[in-house]
């Protein structure tokens, strides 16, 4: 009988664990794919929806290819817990499936709780946050689009390690070039609890001072502690309360819940620890959790293109162990992460990642990877082929 493969979350990671799984093993493992959403809807990208140059049909793709290309099982359903001794997961709907192997890629965690009143203000519409594409990217593109002129949109960004490094610093730029053109009177405040810009920063300042005079203003070590729905007011730790039109408030990030709740968070209850070679949870054996909700090694991102590489080397390692093959893994990871810094100029980071077996970590190699020099349009057409190529390899 083959292995029953269970796959938890049809995303970045996801997605692309279920096809590799089928690929790798000439089609014989049984991959099944838990998933709630009928589409897949990418975050990449989404901060062009929140400006408003980009729909979010344009960001949007069918699961249908894993099924009919692949022979990935698609369940539209989600997670509610994890039985790791009896290995199988119970679904919300109340089935529960066995599996001889799962594959969990939850993304993240919001911890609402970090931030008095937040729960609340979210829930009466006043805040959102828009860190997990779909639904609330337009609403957040609605609220920006009816604020009036003159307004403030202020962005508050949590504490590092969080869900794409330069993600909040690309979505600042987008919403001040639909301000820049639609009303021009309002204000960009972007308020860090982190003592810098965390990715880019020169490249970012740049396109801050050149593009957006008057409009973005940035404030590090601003630590947001509480929100006030009713005045529309962000408290911090130390700095005066300031009210704003748009709060677009993101507390700090954690592994996806059902990680956190099955107890394969680390001590602190944030992020999951796993064999780099594998991705298998030091906690649970068969086990493999990959994507945002992993503690990353030193120096990388929680990234879309990262998910796609750990999930690689999670299915590659996985179809081996089930034939009884033995590999001598020496996994090297790429990251590319472009940010538009207007409807069409693109910066980048990127960075190699190799594994080293004295440390049992992801090093980066020396003189690999780097940054642009300044934005141009032609990494504007890099990045939607990154983003059509990753799609694709995820998805079709
Ligand atoms: P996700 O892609 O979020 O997938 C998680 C999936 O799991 C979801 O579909 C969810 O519905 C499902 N799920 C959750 N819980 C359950 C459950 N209990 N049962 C079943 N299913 C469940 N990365 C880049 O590489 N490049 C970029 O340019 C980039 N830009 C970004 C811009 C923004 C604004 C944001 C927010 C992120 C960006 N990222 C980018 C980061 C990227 O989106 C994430 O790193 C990536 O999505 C992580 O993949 P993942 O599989 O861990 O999580």
Redesign the pocket.
Do not use: Q
């Given at each position: 009988k083959s292995a029953q493969i269970v796959v938890?979350?049809?995303?970045?990671?996801?997605?692309t664990a279920a096809k590799y799984l089928r690929l790798l093993s000439n089609n014989t493992a049984q991959v099944t794919l838990?998933?709630?959403?009928a589409q897949?809807i990418?975050?990449?990208?989404?901060?062009l929806v929140?400006g408003g140059s980009r729909q979010i049909a344009e960001i949007t793709s069918p699961y249908a290819g894993l099924e009919k290309n692949h022979g990935v099982k698609m369940v539209k359903?989600?997670?509610?817990s994890i039985d790791a001794t009896k290995k199988t997961v119970l679904l919300?709907s109340g089935k529960t499936v066995k599996y001889d192997k799962l594959v969990l890629?939850?993304?993240?965690g919001l911890m609402m709780e970090s931030i008095e009143g937040l729960d609340a203000a979210n829930k009466a519409g006043v805040t959102l946050q828009?860190?997990?594409?779909g639904p609330e990217t337009v609403a957040l593109h609605k609220q920006i689009a009816d604020m009036k002129d003159g307004g403030v949109y202020a962005l508050s960004i949590p504490m590092a390690p969080y869900?794409?490094p330069?993600?909040?610093y690309?979505?600042v730029c987008q919403v001040a070039n639909y301000l820049k053109k639609h009303k021009p009177k309002s204000k960009v405040l972007v308020l860090d609890a982190n003592q810098d810009v965390t990715s880019k920063g020169k490249l970012f300042k740049e396109a801050w001072a050149k593009m957006y005079p008057g409009i973005i203003e940035y404030r590090p070590e601003h630590n947001v502690t509480a929100v006030d729905a009713k005045t529309r007011t962000l408290k911090f730790d130390v700095q005066d309360d300031i009210k704003a039109d748009v709060l677009n408030v993101l507390p700090l990030m954690r592994a996806?819940?059902?990680v956190v709740k099955a107890g394969l968070a680390d001590a602190n209850g944030r992020w999951s620890t796993v064999n780099y070679l594998n991705f298998e949870s030091t906690k649970a054996k068969d086990v493999h959790i990959?994507?945002?909700?992993i503690q990353v090694a030193p120096l990388m991102?929680?990234?879309?293109?990262?998910?796609?590489q750990h999930?690689k080397v999670t299915a590659a390692a996985i179809v081996a162990e089930l034939a009884g093959i033995a590999i001598n893994p020496q996994p090297v990871l790429t990251?590319?992460?472009?940010?538009f810094v207007n409807e069409s100029e693109v910066v980048h980071v990127a960075s190699v990642h190799q594994y080293v077996a004295a440390e049992k970590t992801f090093k980066t190699v020396a003189g690999s990877g780097g940054l642009s020099t300044a934005p141009t349009a032609l990494e504007g057409t890099y990045?939607w082929g990154?983003?059509k190529n990753?799609w694709s390899d995820a998805l079709v």
């Open positions: 938890v979350g049809a995303g970045y990671g996801g997605a838990i998933e709630p959403n897949f990418s975050c990449p990208m989404s901060n929140v359903d989600s997670v509610a919300a890629s939850p993304g993240i828009a860190w997990k594409a869900r794409c330069p993600g909040p690309e979505r996806g819940d059902l990959i994507g945002d909700s991102p929680k990234s879309g293109h990262m998910a796609n999930a990251n590319t992460c472009y940010s990045a990154w983003a990753i």
